[in-house]
């Protein structure tokens, strides 16, 4: 199937690795023009690069999720360059690590700043534009975390707690813009946001936490980034246009037991 995203113009937080470089990949191959936005400028400008190399068309822009006037300026950016945003992608995020009695003030505060207050600041820059231009789709990305407990991980957890809260508040708010918000909650893919937390669990043995991990899904491995972008991707598109206010497992079975 091709051309699930023609016309729309896409915005893809964390879009410079992992899950938000796949799915900028696949959203430019379904025809979005799709700007990757991410804190590394270099990164956002490789997946960017890529895209454009196989004839799709992408933009990078840099930008911290969690301060305003760099969402604003960045979108501000993206608006003018591609057009108003039709689709958001708010993927960029942080992990955190250990029970609250060993949680730093400044991780607890990192995890909400970028994971929920970055949901909610770029949404709020968006969805002016995405009004004006009749609709859209916001997809959240939110984590297992926020359905089970994960041992050790509680600024996470709560954080993305937060992100499916919101999701469902943003979606009854925005149905009458013709915007639809939707959250997936993906298990462990394994990407440089997960390197620690896994590598940590196998007491610095990468392979023995890798080991650990998978024994938790019942389809018997990780999450591939292609697997989360592949939902966000319908998501995104038409196909998905009853939905909103939903939360999506892509969690190889994890929370179903
Ligand atoms: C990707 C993600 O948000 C992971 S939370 C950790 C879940 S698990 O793999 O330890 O079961």
Known sequence: MTGRMAGKVALITGGGSGIGRAAAQQFAREGAKVAVLDLRAQAATETADIINSAGGTAIAVTAN??????????????????????ALYNNA???SAGNVEVTEERDWDRCFDVNAKGTYLMSKAVIPHMRAAGGGSIVNQGSVAAMVAVPNFAAYCAAKGAVVALTRSMAIDCAPMGIRVNAICPGTVFTPLMEPMLR????????????KTVAKYPIGRLGAPEDIAAVALF????EACFLTGSTVAADGGMTAQ
């Open 65 to 86: 999720v969690a301060v305003a006037s760099e969402v604003e300026a960045a979108v501000a950016e993206v608006v003018s360059r591609l057009g108003a945003v039709t």
């Open 93 to 95: 995020g942080v992990d």
């Open 200 to 211: 940590a669990r196998g007491d610095g043995d990468l392979e023995a936490g890798l080991a």
């Open 235 to 238: 998501l995104s598109s038409e």
